[in-house]
């Protein structure tokens, strides 16, 4: 049941509705998690630009993927698990390779290894020792990807808790959590 409403775009006003407008003609539709955003056109803003430059970035849409799928899983977000499935599925990820990706593993061997230090991160918020970054090194990511790592586990991190706060109604196909709340509480 969401906890903070969502905003309809006929309803929203000012800059809210100008930015729910630009998602709606980018996207197609207008997820409920940036209705809900909408509340603070702030923070709506800030989601957009910096979901929007790590775009531009130099790690690949799959692997921005994976990312978004290991953080959902490691936080039980329900709602970004199920959002970045179906957009995972639309950046070429098969099914069997969200799965993979939630439980931070893959078949290629550069993505497991960025996989795994993302998962890291967050268990170990951000506290990462040389060894594992030496790892992500030798893997072949360079400085600037690494920082996109980082980057794109804050993103997630970010929409996570706004959408654990928020609760808003899962938009796109659902997805549940592989372990839940309680089990990774006890962890």
């Known amino acids: 049941m969401e906890r903070i ?6 309803e929203a006003t000012g800059k809210a509705r100008e930015l729910l407008e630009g998602v709606q003609k980018k996207l197609g539709m207008t997820p409920n998690m940036m209705r809900t955003m909408a509340q603070s056109p702030a923070v ?12 531009g970035g130099s790690l690949p849409g799959k692997l921005r993927e ?6 959902g899983e490691a ?3 329900q709602y970004c698990l199920s959002a970045h499935s179906a957009l995972g599925q639309m950046a070429g990820l098969s099914q069997e390779e ?3 990706s939630r439980r931070g593993e893959s078949s290629e061997s550069k993505s497991r290894v960025a996989l795994r230090f993302a998962s890291k991160l967050v268990t170990e918020r951000g506290r990462v020792d040389d060894h594992e970054l030496a790892q992500v090194r030798k893997a072949g990511f360079s400085d600037g990807e690494i920082a996109e790592i980082v ?10 808790y706004f959408n654990h706060v928020a609760d808003p109604k ?4 659902a997805v549940a959590p592989l372990i839940d709340q309680q089990e990774r509480q006890s962890a």
């Open 151 to 160: 980057a794109n586990v804050a993103l997630n991190l970010f929409t996570n």
């Open 170 to 173: 899962v938009d796109f196909p």
């Open 75 to 77: 936080n039980g977000c």
């Open 5 to 10: 409403k969502a905003i309809a775009i006929e």
């Open 44 to 55: 709506l803003t800030a989601y957009l630009n910096f979901s929007g430059a790590l775009g």
């Open 98 to 100: 969200i799965l993979d």
């Open 66 to 71: 994976q990312i978004a799928l290991v953080v």
